[in-house]
């Protein structure tokens, strides 16, 4: 049975997304339409499609004809499908603040809201499936993300040092994260505005400017109201940019976001990999959905200190892993240069990218050719080597 495939994945097209990384990447022409997302993976709303000899297959129903086979005994009877979604991202105006649930609150909350009735393409759907969705990024640019809350100190001295927060300082300090948190996404939308508009009406003639650094909340900030369809209208996750770390990843550094740590992508590209889910708790920065009682059930109230991965370079000066105390996904980084060999031999299902030049997958008689935006599907026990004429960066998602 061959084991190697040529893979193509589907585009999502977002408001928040770029017009041209995508394309470029896929060698695709560029059209007005913002390509935001990338998916590789068998998830029910975008599945990737495989060339096989007998034409192309959906890779759901591939894996379902054997699931041991394809994934392996050990992964296919722990999670019954592949257990991963990767994806490409390109990140132009800001994503919403996020939360995710434990894989346990999810399987609550999506049978809840099915006993409910609510369609699961209702607007007002807070758990589309049920499973956790821990996911991890690595920079292919440089990237800027929020990512869970400010530790006490810094976060008082915000609240002290911006003018407009100070009548906060005592919540926080009496009430702690929850009681600051609740207090703001509870604010009435008057109130809101109320609150706010004398911070914006202070800091966006300074972005308007170019005077502000992307290192301060005023710079993301401003940027939310000066992106937005109506700047009359103040969004609550105003206040989450000032609560939050802010977090630059250079190229090849990666982050972690775990269920509750709330979270939201800024702008650049990057590689995502994640548990094979959709559900998603919004906190703000977005037109949809804000469930304010469900998110704060689901927030960690903790100071988060940032931690930025490197990964750990393997034996062979190739591949570079970046660890996730997670069973779902392993993510790795493939640099391969023409006097190298990369040789594997998967333990489950695969799936590569080449990110940058070309690479030569071999794999038991069967040869692939991928060149920059291509992707390979490598199903369990396969043993199988990469080569390169040149140089190649590659991206590889599997499961520990």
Request: charged share 20%.
């Amino acid at each position: 049975m061959t084991k190697l495939f040529s893979l193509k994945g589907k585009i999502q097209n977002y408001a928040w997304g770029g017009s041209h990384f995508i394309s470029n990447l896929l060698g695709e022409e560029t059209t007005e339409a913002k390509c935001a997302e990338y998916w590789l993976g068998a998830h029910v709303n975008a599945p990737s499609v495989l060339m096989t000899e007998k034409g192309e297959q959906v890779l759901n129903t591939f894996l379902e004809s054997n699931l041991t086979e394809k994934l392996g005994h050990q992964i296919a009877g722990k999670f019954g499908r592949l257990p991963f979604l990767f994806k490409v991202l390109d990140v132009k105006e800001m994503l919403s603040i996020q939360v995710h649930p434990t894989k346990t609150e999810a399987e609550k909350g999506f049978k809840k809201e099915n006993e409910l009735g609510i369609p699961i393409t209702a607007p007002n759907r807070n758990y589309k499936d049920d499973n956790h969705k821990p996911e991890i990024m690595v920079a292919l640019s440089e990237f800027w993300l929020l990512h869970g809350f400010l530790i006490k100190h810094k976060l008082a001295a915000i609240l002290k040092n911006t003018p407009e927060f100070q009548a906060l300082l005592p919540v926080f300090e009496n009430k702690g994260y929850y009681g600051l948190y609740k207090t703001v996404m509870e604010q009435s939308q008057d109130a809101c505005n109320e609150a706010l508009r004398p911070l914006v009406d202070r800091i966006l003639p300074l972005y308007k400017e170019g005077e502000l650094s992307k290192c301060s909340p005023d710079y993301w900030a401003a940027k939310a109201v000066d992106s937005s369809n109506d700047d009359t209208i103040l969004d609550k996750g105003i206040y989450s940019i000032y609560f939050f770390n802010i977090v630059k990843a250079n190229p090849g550094e990666a982050v972690f976001q775990d269920a509750g740590i709330p979270h939201a992508y800024l702008e650049g590209q990057n590689m995502e990999l994640m548990a094979n889910s959709d559900n998603v708790l919004r906190g703000g920065l977005t037109p949809k959905y804000v469930d304010v009682p469900e998110l704060l059930k689901h927030v960690t109230f903790e100071a988060t200190v940032p931690n930025v991965l490197d990964g750990e370079l393997q034996s062979d000066g190739i591949e570079r892993i970046y660890k996730s105390p997670v069973p779902d996904f392993e993510l790795s980084q493939i640099s391969i240069n023409s006097n190298q060999v990369y040789q594997s031999l998967s333990k489950t299902a695969e799936v590569l990218i080449v990110i940058e030049g070309e690479a030569r997958f071999i794999e038991n008689g069967t040869t692939l050719q991928l060149f920059k935006g291509g992707a390979a599907f490598v199903v369990a026990n396969s043993n199988y080597k990469i080569t390169t004429t040149s140089n190649a960066k590659l991206y590889k998602a599997t499961a520990p």
